[in-house]
């Protein structure tokens, strides 16, 4: 399992980027590879974002590569996004978190 972490500020108002969010988030599920994503809110500290779940690093290379990402990182609603992603470190996953690491086999 491959995961991406997304975090970004917004320039609008916090019910339009939630309304944004729920119109766009079918498009993810057309991504090969991605188990899921969460959708993250700290209205109180104006961050926002998101944490993928990928089968593997290739799939999530491949994300990076769609019309939805494009226009993430396009976005002038979005502001300081930042990517950052990680291996999963299958042992100790499959002890706390058993259903995702079952998922990702």
Do not use: N, Q
């Not at 226009?71 to 058993?98: C, H, K, N, Q, Y």
């Amino acid at each position: 399992m491959y995961i991406r972490i997304v975090t970004f500020g917004i320039t609008v108002p916090e019910a339009a980027y939630a309304a944004h969010a729920e119109a766009v988030a079918p498009a993810f599920t057309a991504w090969p590879g991605l188990l899921g994503k969460w959708w993250l809110a700290d209205a109180d500290g104006g961050t926002y974002g998101g944490v993928y779940f990928f089968t593997d690093r290739a799939a999530a290379d491949l994300s990076r590569d769609t019309d939805t990402f494009r226009a993430m990182t396009d976005s002038p609603a979005l502001t300081g996004i930042t990517v950052r992603e990680f291996d999963v470190l299958a042992a100790p996953t499959a002890v706390t978190a058993p259903d995702l690491a079952a998922a990702a086999c």
